[in-house]
């Protein structure tokens, strides 16, 4: 321990990108109480979620992970323009089983729509209204048990998102909630259109995991999504047989141009070469397709007992290029994948369909 | 260095979240060549700029600093749905002297009009439209040389938006552009609606450095702001007399909830104390706001030689809270403070003020 606290030591000396500081690096296993690696340490935080345990858990409210929340007199959310006192939220929200999110508000706008008929609905679904519409940080749309929601792009705006969603389910004791981000991505050695559905989020270093900073401390979680689920959706699109299909990993980053090795940035500092070799690099790690999402939507829902998936398609073959060049109508398409999938997942839970 | 390379691969063994490889770590010092810490490596990626270099910049255009752009026989700026075939750039962006940006969309809208009408502009300016009406990913407005555009919050939102912004400058072969990121934030230890214009930008260990990660390495990049320019802002809001204004420190974080210490997230693992001490000593560091942006703001433009500033109002001061509770009425004057002080500013670049 003590050659540990001097090889950290030495090493902030001379690395200033690093600084790491007293207990700073600190690990969260699953099923067991979070550590720190360095200097080990227990945090307050409680043990997280085991493997599986989604399924095993017996009144299957979300949980909130947050001694402090009760002591709220209310509860904002602020960048949803909800509120705990301003709004009957388990009215509102209580018989909501299914949230699906996407980056794009008017693609959750029209997956709303498209649910609507979907299941049936009465109306033609075009009058639903943003739930959202006094906040322009997010969408929101309702259609009977499907929440439909925006969460904008990359890590931190999704991230705060699904704090103030999860607060809303778990204000709204809403029960047995699975959540879906149905997004777009970019495809490692197949053919676009291929949609991927995301056994574990891996970083830009293919590591299984996700880094959350904490005060002045990085805690690293669990980012993987919930096995049976997955397995279930890709069933479901066997069955729709209309588009290739698979399940793999998938590579979350914080940047879109230089964090995913594009050429065709403002900044590039790499060969082609490099690129080629990073990506080939990530193909034999198990990757298959790349977005900016899929990591802390993982971390976030195993911790808070959300079973999760990410089902994305791919508008390109990142092995063939760096810019997306199909046609408005053939990406269109392709976006309706993830879709089509998953009003046949809901339908068959809700047994509207075999 | 031997021993240097020993602790690193010592570290790496117990370190799981670290996993620094071979030639992980890597510095761009401003005015010198890139250089890895670690294993010293020059990487191909030209010096960075000199301090204060862009006013001594002899041809004023926005450099895009990518060796392989000129090889493409089209640009797609996708996420704008603008493009170099489709699009006559120079004719459309070649005149753009100021770049406005912001999280929401409905903010630049406003500030796009407001500006129209602050420019004597003919007409009301309500019926400007958005350039990005092909896309729902970020919006555009132009009002005479300024143009305003929304980047959605967060590090890697705003950072695909400048990579697309700074190649349309350049493929407009714009001159001598200013940009200004006007947003909202939280303040440490000041009076709500105070207006922080930024020296420099620091991350959650309060370090004065943006960390791009870029193929499997992780590039540290400055983070500093355009002094001339901030002190110059300082100065029009002294003029305009209406609402503080002071320069500091910004902290720019990936999360809102834990990573800004907030008591009122889904997870929280830390106590009110924990909190206040963090907040302290992000006050004694210096940093009097925190947002998310302006990070990779700073280190892009400083790159790309775009004379940036980062003028922020803050919604509250942390050390009395997390929630943001104050009206909509007193939030919406708050958020117009920069749009004055920006509006202001360029009034004067203009010569249609003193």
Known sequence: MVAQESALQSLQRWVP???LGQDT???????????CVGFLRVLPFPPTS??????????????VKNPHLDLLPEDILYHFDLGTKTHDLPSMFGDVKF???GGSP??????????HKELGLEGDGNNITDICAGTDRYSMYKSGPVLSISHGMGI???SIMLHELIKLLHHAKSRDVTIIRIGTSGGIGIRPGTVVITDIAVDAFFRPQF???ILDKVVVRNTELHQELAENLLRCSNEINDFPTIIGHTMCTYDFYEGQGRLDGALCSFSKEEKFEYLQKAYGAGVRNIEMESSVFAAMCHL???????VCVTLLDRLQGDQITESHAVLAEYQKRPQKLIAKFIRKQLSLCT
Do not use: Y
């Open 99 to 101: 949230v699906c999110v």
């Open 106 to 115: 008017n693609r959750m706008r029209e997956f709303a729509r498209f649910m």
């Open 156 to 158: 931190p705006s999704i």
């Open 211 to 213: 880094e959350q900073v």
């Open 17 to 19: 990108g690093l600084n």
């Open 304 to 310: 808070c007992g959300l079973k999760a998936a990410v």
């Open 50 to 63: 085991q493997k599986h345990a989604l399924s095993t858990n017996s009144n299957g409210f979300v949980h």
């Open 25 to 35: 690096i600190c690990m969260e296993f699953a099923g067991s109480p979070s550590v």
